[in-house]
């Protein structure tokens, strides 16, 4: 892993002592984050159109202003629970590859700014999942936020089904 | 478009050989019009023009090779027999094949051009023993000039240039030089109309001539000077000894002048070249390509003139069928959000909302049409296709095209490309017989493929039918047999045996030709064209030929389509597969083995195939049908009932689709967005009936593509 002053999060290297903005939310419980820059919009959860044989994480395809954009569901997708529907999830729109993205989320929580110095880097765990897609681990209000490395997570769209 | 000007010779090249191909066509199929012939020799003169202007040396001494004969046969030097048009059909392909050479690099096949070139200047060499002949009037049957050749006349010719005239380079001096190489001229200045000195202005024209030149020349011979200068002056060429009645139309126009010969459009020449033709003259073919340009506004034969066009960008043109992709969308969200207003009287806003409907309906429409295009090139492009394959087999077989002039959209044209092509090719290789084959078989040596395209209740039809031996049944079969591709014992009809040549890893070739055989079979060209949401059919009947029929969505981007729901899904079947709609009973319904279904229906029985469980949206549960039947034809004409939940409505659907989004998802086809904003899946029943476990009709194919999968 890289060490703390070279993390870096996107193609953007952040630079020494400037601070940067993420948005964190909530995936089955648990705290996560992303880079501000990384997230397009955020809206609020309506029942997606199912995909017939797509996998557990791919919740179905939501029609974002006349284009077909996939939905994934973090929980799933990290080996969580899948999340339950409820009228405070909300679905991040990212952009990945350059086409835009849904993911399920239980609930955007803040935007927090923090230096880079204070991001460390992910400790060994067993989890594959941990590994690939936590980019690295910030502590924020004594709780522990985890930002999400996306490129891994949504490594390519077609990567969704077979 | 790109602003390079190489670019747009480019785009103008592939006009002119369209052009060319066209009238060489049309010249093969017994069409000797000199009209025709001259048309081609503007295309091939222009590319050289133009290819002289970017150094591109090879193409233009081919150009010009094959400009010179086209020359020779223009003036009735050189018949045209059936020798001298395959070989002009031969180097137009080889044309082709230098420009796209000049323009995406790679290597000419020297040896092809030196073939052909030699195979051209044996005409050249004939000119020029027969040129001393030519003053006796050769005037053969196949180009005939209306004029005689043998009488001396006198034209009386004004010529008044226009300012623009003199914009183009060209310069009247040149004229006159070619026009006293005809005969006897006499130039008079006219420099009436010039002004003082102060009241002149510099860019104007002001000055006329007068000529009258006495030549045995016909009329058109002296129009042709001035060819490249039409439109571009006022001129009047009367000849003392005209009587030609026809032009009665034109006399009141030229009533001053009298009536002059010959109404239809001056016969085009270079003047710079035709004296020799042995020699390229760079130097003259800027000013020849530019004239071209602004030679439509006189041209008086217009349907061989071009129209006006505008070249735009694919990708403007896209972005506008996506906008109104979303107007329609929009409209029937706005209609359905009116629709559960609680308001008392909504008939004005209704009457509104369907004027609006309609104006997005036309919009649409007009938008498509601009996409679509005639097939015409594509099928121009098949001929040579034809004859390579048939001299490549030693076959004789000749491309009947028909329906040329069926639009299709841009795309479809595009890709539908490569598997014609790889059907025509098959159609030479292993349809067309021997003519030794075909002599014995009764039917004529030279066999023929007919290529069609016709619209048919919104989709595409397009046909390739060729007179060959047809499918050779025990053949195909055992050839099927021998490859594992189905079981030894299989019982199959004879529309199945035809359809084993789609089957992926299939080739009856019994040697492997350069031409078929690569290993690409016609799965390929069966995938193509389900990629286009298309399908293909052959039917063929031993001794007489094979057809191959693709039919085709007339747009890919709008799609009209059944909606349904499935396991509180709604989705859109399109309404091309479906032959009828009905609400089946319980006694409607028989089961047949453990977990088959046949629906009957006016005493046929048709597997039953239900959509959620293929689609896995539902567990089979066996005993709850869901009630509401879509009878579906597949390609090989087999009848599968898709059972559904609920029938909607029938609507226009704007096909979204799902590349990139989610890969291919077994049973979608892709996805559109309807009223309320979500979004629907479009099935492909095809492949659901393929993929229900309780389908009986598809055994013998899931036996198939098992086989293959181990």
């Known amino acids: 892993m890289q060490s703390q002053a070279e993390v870096q999060i996107g193609d953007q290297e952040i630079k020494h002592a400037q601070q940067s903005e993420f948005v964190s939310f909530t995936v089955a419980g648990q705290a996560f984050c992303l880079q501000i820059t990384q997230i397009r919009e955020i809206r609020r959860w309506a029942p997606v159109t199912i995909l017939p044989h797509a996998p557990m994480d791919v919740l179905g395809v939501m029609n974002l202003r006349g284009a077909v954009i996939p939905i994934y569901d973090l929980a799933a997708r990290f080996g969580l629970q899948q999340t339950e529907a409820s009228e405070r999830n909300v679905v991040i729109v990212v952009a990945v590859h350059g086409k835009p993205v849904g993911l399920l989320a239980e609930s955007v929580s803040e935007i927090i700014s923090i230096n880079p110095e204070e991001i460390q880097e992910t400790p060994q765990v067993e989890s594959r999942y941990t590994m690939e897609y936590i980019q690295g681990i910030i502590s924020h209000d004594e709780t522990m936020v985890r930002i999400i490395n996306l490129d891994a997570v949504i490594s390519a769209p077609e990567q969704g089904l077979s | 478009m790109s602003g390079s000007i190489q670019d747009t010779f480019f785009e103008e090249c592939e006009e002119l050989l369209e052009a060319m191909d066209e009238g060489l066509t049309a010249i093969e199929g017994g069409d000797h019009d000199p009209e025709v012939v001259n048309a081609v020799f503007r295309a091939v003169h222009s590319i050289k023009g133009g290819g002289g202007a970017f150094g591109l040396d090879e193409l233009v001494a081919f150009a010009h090779k094959f400009e010179t004969v086209f020359d020779e046969v223009r003036s009735n030097k050189v018949q045209l027999d059936v020798k001298l048009i395959q070989l002009l059909l031969r180097c137009s392909d080889h044309l082709a094949d230098l420009v796209s050479v000049a323009r995406d690099g790679g290597s000419v096949d020297e040896e092809h051009n030196d073939v052909l070139v030699a195979g051209l200047e044996e005409y050249l060499g004939e000119e020029e023993e027969e040129l001393t002949f030519e003053p006796m009037g050769l005037g053969g049957p196949a180009v005939p000039l209306p004029l005689d050749l043998e009488e001396e006349k006198t034209y009386q010719i004004r010529f008044q240039p226009l300012k623009e005239m003199f914009g183009t380079g060209n310069e009247p001096f040149f004229l006159f030089q070619t026009l006293s190489e005809l005969g006897t001229l006499k130039v008079t200045l006219d420099e009436t109309e010039l002004p003082g000195f102060d009241a002149m202005a510099m860019d104007d024209s002001y000055l006329a001539w007068d000529l009258t030149l006495t030549t045995k020349e016909p009329k058109s011979a002296v129009e042709s000077v001035f060819e490249f200068v039409e439109g571009l002056c006022e001129l009047s060429i009367v000849s003392d000894k005209d009587s030609e009645d026809e032009a009665a139309a034109l006399a009141a126009l030229n009533a001053a002048f009298g009536v002059p010969g010959e109404s239809a459009e001056p016969e085009p020449s270079d003047p710079f070249e035709e004296p020799a033709p042995a020699e390229a003259t760079p130097m003259a073919t800027p000013e020849a390509t530019k004239v071209e340009a602004v030679k439509p506004e006189s041209n008086k034969s217009e349907q061989r003139g071009p129209k006006p066009t505008l070249r735009v960008e694919l990708e403007r043109v896209d972005r506008l069928i996506n906008a109104v992709g979303e107007l329609i969308i929009n409209h029937s969200m706005l209609a359905q959000q009116i629709a559960n207003l609680d308001v008392a009287d909504l008939r004005d806003v209704e009457t509104e909302l369907e004027g609006f409907k309609n104006l997005a309906r036309d919009i649409q429409e007009g938008v498509m049409s601009i996409r679509a295009q005639p097939v015409k090139p594509l099928f121009q492009r098949m001929a040579r296709i034809v004859r390579e394959a048939s001299a490549a087999t030693e076959k004789t077989a000749k491309l009947v095209t028909e329906g040329e002039n069926t639009e299709v959209d841009k795309t479809v044209i595009e890709r539908l490309s490569d598997p014609l092509t790889h059907i025509l090719r098959n159609a030479v290789d292993h349809g067309v017989e021997k003519p030794a ?274």
């Open chain 2, 437 to 710: 084959d075909r002599e014995a078989a009764g039917k004529s040596r030279a066999g023929e493929i007919r290529l069609s395209a016709s619209h048919r209740s919104g989709s595409v039809c397009i046909e390739i039918k060729d007179d060959g031996a047809g499918v050779n049944r025990p053949r195909v079969k055992q050839i099927a047999i021998d490859k594992g591709l189905i079981p030894e014992n299989a019982d199959l009809t004879d529309a199945e045996i035809d359809n084993l040549l789609f089957l992926p890893g299939f080739s009856t070739a019994k040697e492997i030709s350069n031409l078929s055989g690569r290993g690409v079979g016609m799965d390929v060209v069966k995938n193509a064209v389900t990629a286009l949401g298309g399908r293909i059919n052959i039917s063929s009947s031993p001794g007489k030929g094979s057809t191959f029929t693709i039919i085709l969505p007339l747009t890919l981007a709008v799609m009209d389509g059944m909606v349904v729901s499935v396991a509180d899904q709604t989705m859109v079947v399109p309404i091309t597969s479906i032959i009828e709609t009905m609400r089946g009973s319980d006694d409607m319904i028989n089961s047949l083995g453990a977990d088959g279904t046949l629906l009957s229906i006016r005493g046929n029985f048709v597997p039953i195939c239900d959509v959620a469980g293929a689609l896995g949206l539902r567990k089979p549960e066996g005993d709850k049908p869901p009630g509401v039947y879509l009878l579906v034809e597949t390609e090989t004409g087999q009848r599968s009932a898709l059972a559904v939940d609920d029938i909607h409505d029938q609507r226009q659907v704007v096909i979204k689709s799902l590349d990139g989004v989610c890969g291919n998802v077994p049973g979608v086809a892709a996805a559109t967005i309807l009223g309320d904003g979500k979004i629907a899946m479009i099935l492909d029943s095809e492949s659901i009936i393929a993929a229900s476990p309780s389908s009986a009709t598809f055994d013998s194919e899931r036996r198939m593509s098992n086989a293959i999968a181990s």
